[in-house]
């Protein structure tokens, strides 16, 4: 059973097209989360849901907007993407906020803007 | 702004070699700092430090955490080629209830 799971696991796409990346988790957590992983291996965390409402929202172009229509679920939605969007993107998710520390990551969302 | 600096970034060790791992953080009301090993897809957790001086262990894997001096440090001896991986550090800051993660050491353990 996956704990974490993300759909697409790879995305090859043009410059200007808008994309989304969709996250699921069964593990009846209340906070989820998006990473971006660049080409130098640094993972930041874009946003944090907790029980489908955003609690964290870092500096993050307006282009990309996530959505939680429940809180197993977690999508994230990219505008006009970019070349410097290419990267891995990394959901994850913890049973509460508190329990950040223990999160669990999905495998990973390969994105490449050409 | 919230800080954790890794070194070194890469590393090339033998098998049975042990190697030490370092994490400095600069970060707002520490909570935890933990490790995490990256292969081929998703980081997964190795370690949770909350308390200075108090050594966790898994096998040939140890780390410990000095609040004082703010870092940490991941040994692993006797190491194995199936060791290669991104080491990452990440340190929960309580504002904003975040974790910021460091750049990574990437280990490569030859045969």
């Known amino acids: 059973d996956t704990a974490v799971s993300q759909t697409p696991k790879y995305l090859v796409t043009q410059m200007g097209n808008d994309k989304s990346i969709k996250c699921e988790q069964n593990?009846?957590?209340?906070?989820m989360y998006w990473y971006k992983q660049d080409s130098k291996k640094f993972l930041k965390i874009m946003f944090s849901y907790n029980n489908k409402e955003l609690i964290i929202n870092e500096t993050v172009p307006n282009r990309f907007s996530p959505k939680s229509p429940d809180k197993a679920h977690l999508n994230l939605h990219i505008n006009s993407l970019e070349l410097g969007d290419s990267a891995v993107y990394f959901c994850?998710?913890?049973?509460?906020?508190?329990?950040?520390?223990?999160?669990?990551f999905g495998p990973g969302t390969r994105l490449l803007v050409l | 702004e919230d800080k954790v600096v890794q070194s070194p970034l890469s590393l090339v060790v033998h098998e049975g070699d042990t190697v030490t791992l370092n994490c400095s953080y600069e970060v707002t009301n520490f909570r935890s700092l933990l490790w995490y090993k990256q292969e081929k897809k998703a980081p997964t957790f190795l370690f949770m430090l909350?308390?200075?001086?108090i050594e966790k262990k898994s096998g040939r894997l140890s780390s410990i955490l000095d609040k004082k001096e703010l870092f940490s440090i991941l040994n692993i001896t006797a190491t194995q080629t199936g060791d290669s991986a991104i080491y990452l550090c990440a340190v929960e800051a309580s504002w904003g209830n975040k974790l910021v993660f460091g750049a990574g050491t990437i280990l490569r353990v030859k045969s």
């Open positions: 994850a998710s913890s049973q509460d906020r508190e329990s950040i520390g223990t999160q669990y």
């Open positions: 909350t308390s200075s001086g």
């Open positions: 593990l009846g957590h209340d906070t």
